[in-house]
């Protein structure tokens, strides 16, 4: 049974990374993916009454993520439709690709440590788009940025999802990871970033400015006041979940519905169809559903793979096979790359008791950033790629080409600095 759902997942795998060669949308070889593991699992099970609960419990974790991800994609797309980015871009003036480049991955690399890495990258995508006109130059800058997102999410504690699991599990505490992670995050991030900045020459073209017409009129009071309050209900999200310990997502729908009345007030006066184009229920239209339904797919997927067991034979195999963890932990981190790291890292606190390595531990911080970082290696290894991916229908194949090796050179640098860093100081 675990072969044949291995088999189903790697053949999936591979329709993902070939969508354009073969012409199968992404989204319909994830869900098949997904919907293939569990009923393998099921019909190969006795117990399906068991593994439907199982499904279940993963489907209430996982439509937390999904609902997250809808409520975030909504907030940029209602800023987006007021243009509200223009408060950033306009401020932005410089079209050398190589300023251009250092002011994103810093903007990217902080953002992400106060939201979070898959909120930043929908920032930031909706940010380039207004940047950058020509779809190779983006995708570039795009590249970047989760790379620099994931950085910026590995040293804080609400950065990255597993950095969080991590410490509510009790593993790290917020301070900690702070002061050890940061510096090997930068490097992380500074690699790429000169690498790719020698390399690039001359400007990016500025996409055409919309002019002011009757089917967008907004003021500037309502662009910044719906940008301002936009931004401020993402950052409210980790102040919401600290507050109330309800998920993220009901952070982001709660700011959500403030900002759906805020808009529905300030417009009130607007006639219908100027209304229309400005409301929270035309940017639900626009948001991109197919990549949302991308990432269940490949969530559900890795979900069958964690609850036959899969990823806890592999986490115990190389465990037993190699032991040495400054060789476990990056292969973990390069695992995570191909398999999502919320279960890589869910099996690695399952395997390591407390009692052996307590809080604050060499293996928790290292696990932290390598985890949370190794995701960039490919675009599909973290929710920053997935998301970026199912914005920009960026080419899997192009990322391998143009970011992996980045991304690769990056994530090494980190761990040689952190490794440097707790041995010698």
């Known amino acids: 049974m675990n072969i044949l759902i291995i088999c189903i997942f790697i053949v999936g795998y591979i329709a993902i990374a070939f969508e354009h060669p073969i012409k199968i949308n992404k989204s319909a070889s994830a869900l098949l993916t997904g919907v293939l593991c569990w009923t393998v699992y099921v019909l190969f099970s006795g117990e399906k009454h068991i593994i439907s609960e199982t499904l279940n419990t993963h489907l209430a974790d996982l439509s937390g993520i999904l609902f997250f991800l809808m409520g975030a994609m909504t907030i940029v797309e209602l800023i987006d439709a007021h243009d509200g980015f223009d408060v950033?871009?306009?401020?932005?003036?410089?079209?050398?690709?190589?300023?251009?480049?250092?002011?994103i991955c810093i903007i990217t690399f902080f953002l992400s440590a106060i939201l979070d890495n898959l909120t930043t990258t929908i920032v930031m995508v909706s940010l380039l788009r207004k940047l950058i006109e020509n779809k190779n130059d983006r995708w570039l800058f795009i590249g970047m940025v989760v790379i620099a997102a994931n950085a910026g999410g590995a040293?804080?504690?609400?950065?990255?999802?597993?950095?969080?699991?991590?410490?509510?599990?009790?593993?790290?505490?917020?301070?900690?990871?702070?002061?050890?992670?940061?510096?090997?995050?930068?490097?992380?991030?500074?690699?790429?970033?000169?690498?790719?900045?020698?390399r690039l020459k001359g400007n990016v073209i500025?996409?055409?400015?919309?002019?002011?017409?009757?089917?967008?009129?907004?003021?500037?009071i309502e662009?910044?006041?719906?940008?301002?309050?936009?931004?401020?209900a993402l950052l409210f999200?980790?102040?919401?979940?600290?507050?109330?310990?309800?998920?993220?997502?009901?952070?982001?729908?709660?700011?959500?519905?403030?900002?759906?009345?805020?808009?529905?007030?300030?417009?009130?006066?607007?006639?219908?169809?100027?209304?229309?184009?400005?409301?929270?229920?035309?940017?639900?239209?626009?948001?991109?559903?197919?990549?949302?339904?991308?990432?269940?797919?490949?969530?559900?997927?890795?979900?069958?793979?964690?609850?036959?067991?899969?990823?806890?034979?592999?986490?115990?195999?190389?465990?037993?096979?190699?032991?040495?963890?400054?060789?476990?932990?990056?292969?973990?981190?390069?695992?995570?790359?191909?398999?999502?790291?919320?279960?890589?890292?869910?099996?690695?606190?399952?395997?390591?008791?407390?009692a052996a390595y307590p809080m604050d531990s060499y293996l928790w911080e290292f696990l932290a950033f390598c985890?949370?970082?190794?995701?960039?290696?490919?675009?599909?290894?973290?929710?920053?790629?997935?998301?970026?991916?199912?914005?920009?229908?960026?080419?899997?194949?192009?990322?391998?080409?143009?970011?992996s090796g980045l991304a690769l050179i990056g994530y090494f640098a980190g761990i040689i600095t952190y490794i440097a860093i707790e041995y010698f100081f």
């Open 88 to 103: 950033i871009t306009s401020r932005i003036k410089t079209t050398k690709k190589r300023s251009l480049l250092f002011i």
């Open 155 to 198: 040293w804080s504690p609400i950065g990255d999802v597993t950095t969080t699991m991590l410490w509510i599990g009790g593993q790290i505490s917020a301070k900690n990871i702070v002061l050890k992670l940061f510096i090997p995050s930068i490097v992380c991030i500074a690699f790429p970033m000169f690498i790719l900045a020698f």
């Open 206 to 220: 500025r996409p055409a400015i919309k002019e002011e017409t009757s089917a967008n009129p907004t003021t500037l």
């Open 223 to 232: 662009r910044n006041v719906v940008f301002f309050l936009g931004l401020g």
């Open 237 to 354: 999200v980790p102040i919401f979940k600290s507050i109330t310990h309800l998920p993220p997502f009901m952070g982001v729908l709660f700011g959500l519905g403030i900002l759906w009345v805020v808009t529905e007030i300030i417009h009130s006066s607007k006639d219908d169809e100027d209304k229309n184009s400005l409301s929270v229920v035309h940017a639900l239209r626009k948001i991109d559903v197919p990549s949302i339904l991308f990432f269940l797919g490949i969530l559900i997927a890795i979900a069958a793979l964690q609850s036959t067991g899969i990823l806890l034979q592999l986490s115990e195999l190389m465990n037993e096979q190699i032991g040495n963890l400054n060789i476990i932990v990056p292969a973990i981190g390069l695992l995570s790359a191909i398999i999502d790291n919320v279960p890589l890292v869910a099996a690695s606190m399952g395997m390591y008791d407390l």
């Open 371 to 403: 985890s949370g970082t190794g995701g960039s290696i490919l675009i599909i290894g973290s929710a920053a790629g997935v998301a970026a991916m199912g914005m920009e229908k960026i080419n899997f194949i192009w990322y391998i080409k143009k970011i």
